[in-house]
């Protein structure tokens, strides 16, 4: 069965720092691995994909990705926390070889301190 | 550029009233197209997604229908509203399996 599990129900970074938003998945082929941004009231936002290729992912707002086949990982990153980064970040995975949609996770709460 | 509009915002419905809720996509032709619900600003569980006119997949049984009357139109509809169908609903359109799904503004249901 396909799944990706999101370990963090929230993490808090000060502004300036590092974030990390950790992500891992169980799928039975090639993984297709999505990060998501959404803020209050608001839809999903796309901010990368990991299809093939660099395991190191660039994506919007300055947001990175490394996918790590032998941890089954797929964290997010940023080298400077900005408060405009607090959301709720989703890691969603391709359900299964072929399927058309998409299985999040429950998602994690970035909140970046003054 | 391709743009996705879901309406109304926010909806407020008694118990056993019918629901329609719509979902557009215009910049892009045969998209694949899906419904959302999302409780308590957490987890996403998906209800519907289309292929195709006419062609609707149902991933959980429950008291919701959809529909693709056209190209770029998906409806998600409800004869008699439950109580358990509050929640924020999204649609989200792909123009394939392996592209990221972009998603609409979303409609907020209070059902009373």
């Known amino acids: 069965a396909q799944s990706v599990a999101q370990p963090e129900d929230q993490v808090n970074v000060a502004e300036g720092n590092p974030l990390t938003v950790k992500c891992t998945y169980s799928?039975?082929?090639?993984?297709?691995l999505f990060w998501y941004v959404q803020y209050p009231n608001r839809g999903l936002q796309f901010l990368l994909k990991y299809i093939t290729g660099d395991n190191l992912v660039k994506g919007s707002y300055g947001f990175e990705a490394e996918f790590n086949k032998s941890q089954t990982s797929f964290h997010l990153k940023k080298p400077s926390a900005l408060v405009s980064d607090s959301a709720l970040y989703f890691c969603?995975?391709?359900?299964?070889?072929?399927?058309?949609?998409?299985?999040f996770g429950t998602g994690t709460r970035l909140t970046v301190i003054p | 550029s391709q743009t996705i509009h879901q309406w109304p915002a926010t909806l407020v419905q008694p118990v056993g009233s019918p629901l329609s809720l719509e979902c557009t996509v215009e910049g892009t032709s045969n998209p694949n197209l899906y419904w959302y619900r999302q409780a308590a600003g957490r987890g996403l569980q998906l209800l519907f997604y289309s292929v195709g006119i006419g062609q609707i997949s149902s991933e959980v049984p429950q008291n919701l229908s959809a529909s693709r009357p056209q190209d770029r139109q998906f409806i998600l509809s409800s004869k008699k509203l439950l109580l358990s169908d509050s929640g924020f609903y999204l649609c989200?359109?792909?123009?394939?399996?392996?592209?990221?799904?972009?998603f609409g503004d979303g409609t907020r249901l209070s059902i009373l």
């Open positions: 799928v039975s082929g090639n993984p297709y």
């Open positions: 969603a995975v391709r359900e299964y070889a072929g399927a058309n949609n998409l299985f």
């Open positions: 989200a359109w792909s123009t394939g399996r392996n592209q990221p799904q972009h």
